[in-house]
């Protein structure tokens, strides 16, 4: 009976979850001790504890009351088979908490895709606010015009233009302004997109006859990331100004991000740049110490992690130029110590690091990427590039496509050929699941790190 309780909770969750998440956190749960109300959940690990207790511990409880349990109280407890067998018993489950109905979950479902796909017309990722970045000497002027854009958008800094090299923030700095808008003035309309699904669209739109100009033009703010794409393209480039334009004249505000200041961007027609020109262009820097040491501190306790004073110093001493990668060394670290059951302490990050460290020479091609991936996987290089979708060949083609783009920087369609697709918004959302998995899932981390490891040797 009472797992029953459980199997029906399950079935809902998996309905809400995306399929990933629900493998990795939710597959191998089960019921502990059930005690009137409170609810103990058996759970593998303290990384499926951290998430389940931070991202889904409501959705839980909403599901537990829908089978029946007033006011349930939910805790986890990590599986303790190899320590404790007895503490597995499991108490009586009363009767009135008897499972009822599945129909009306899926009526709950129902709203919360409306609300996803709302979401995702903006273009806009709900992870990057500015809450969760971080203010420093490095980037307090582009926070500073960031907030200033958000409150009165096309009001000044029209275009904000925002530069550095890679890992620094900009695209959480330009989301987080579209994030806050979308929330403070729902009435605006926002549209996020990077330069390379500007410039598909606008061929796909020659090509195909379609409507273009509509889309980017019927917008109060066009947040347009990584620009630098748009160098050689001429017609792009070209119908871009006459976007520009027409936004500009009806004050809608105009945010764009490149790795360079706009007189640095090769081939960019004179016209173009003096446009990028005219509003208000702002560097971000290298972070200082500080800021990354805090960097760390926020996004450790995020994942529900305290980590040492000296772990944190010697993670912010070890990456100084780009925090995508301070926070890649985090959560591999944060992996490790799951995985292997030991304290994310400075001798755990040292080991990790010295293997990364020491075999680091960048002489990787693309070729090496793709059948390092497919060989850790143990699949075949016809397969990996081959049409077939199956899940054993899917996700290692997805995980080859993230490696190009992470340790090769190579651009999506260059990605998509690589694997043989034709469309380059497959490499685009292969990249994202990834990157989404990262976060959620130890283990792929753990492939991740080894098919670097084994790349780097
Ligand atoms: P860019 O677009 O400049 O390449 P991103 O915005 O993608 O960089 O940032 C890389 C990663 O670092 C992201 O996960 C982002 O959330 C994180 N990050 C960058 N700057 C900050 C900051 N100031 N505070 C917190 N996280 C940050
Ligand atoms: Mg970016």
């Not at 009435?187 to 006859?209: G, H, M, P, Q």
């Not at 208000?280 to 110490?289: E, L, R, W």
Request: charged content about 25%.
């Amino acid at each position: 009976m009472e797992q029953t309780l459980w199997h029906n909770v399950l079935g809902e969750i998996e309905l809400l979850v995306p399929k990933a998440s629900f493998e990795a956190l939710f597959r191998e749960t089960k019921l502990g001790r059930l005690n009137g109300s409170q609810v103990e959940i058996i759970v593998g690990n303290i990384f499926i504890e951290a998430q389940l207790e931070r991202r889904w511990k409501k959705t839980i409880l909403d599901i537990l009351v829908k089978n029946g349990l007033k006011n349930p109280e939910v805790s986890f407890v990590i599986d303790s088979r190899k320590r404790d067998p007895v503490s597995r018993e499991v108490t009586r489950l009363s009767e009135q908490t008897t499972p009822t109905s599945v129909a009306s979950p899926l009526v709950h479902r129902a709203a919360q895709v409306t609300k996803r796909s709302s979401q995702s017309s903006t273009g806009l990722n709900p992870r990057y606010t500015f809450d969760s970045f971080i203010v420093g000497s490095s980037n307090d002027f582009a926070y500073s015009a960031a907030q200033a854009v958000t409150k009165d958008p096309g009001a000044k800094y029209n275009p904000l233009f925002l530069y550095s090299g890679v890992g620094l923030g900009k695209t959480h700095l330009m989301q987080a302004i579209g994030n806050e808008i979308v929330t403070t003035q729902p009435n605006l309309r926002v549209l996020y997109v990077t330069s390379e699904t500007f410039i598909k669209e606008f061929l796909d739109a020659i090509r195909f006859k379609k409507d273009f100009s509509s889309k980017y033009r019927d917008v109060d703010v066009l947040i347009i990331d990584d620009m630098q794409f748009i160098a050689g393209k001429e017609k792009t480039q070209e119908e871009f100004f006459h976007t520009f334009n027409d936004l500009h004249q009806r004050n809608k505000q105009i945010i764009i991000s490149s790795d360079r200041p706009p007189k640095d961007i090769p081939t960019l027609t004179e016209r173009l740049r003096s446009r990028f020109e005219w509003g208000m262009t702002i560097d971000i820097q290298m972070p200082d110490f500080e800021t990354r040491c805090a960097i760390l501190d926020t996004k450790a306790s995020a994942s529900g992690v305290q980590l040492d004073q000296s772990t944190v110093q010697f993670l912010a001493n070890s990456f100084r130029t780009n925090i995508r990668e301070l926070e890649g060394a985090l959560n591999n670290l944060l992996a490790y110590a799951e995985v292997r059951n030991v304290p994310p302490s400075l001798e755990t990050a040292k080991g990790l690091l010295a293997n990364v460290k020491a075999t680091r020479p960048r002489h990787v091609t693309t070729r090496q990427v793709v059948i390092k991936t497919a060989a850790h996987f143990q699949i075949s290089l016809e397969d990996i590039v081959s049409p077939k979708r199956s899940r054993e060949i899917v996700i290692p083609r997805q995980v080859a496509m993230y490696l190009l783009r992470s340790e090769l920087h190579l651009s999506f369609p260059k990605i998509a050929s690589e694997l043989n697709r034709k469309d380059h918004t497959t490499a685009i959302h292969a990249i994202e699941k990834i990157e989404k998995e990262i976060k959620l899932n130890p283990l792929i981390r753990e492939d991740i790190n080894t098919i670097r490891q084994v790349l780097y040797q």
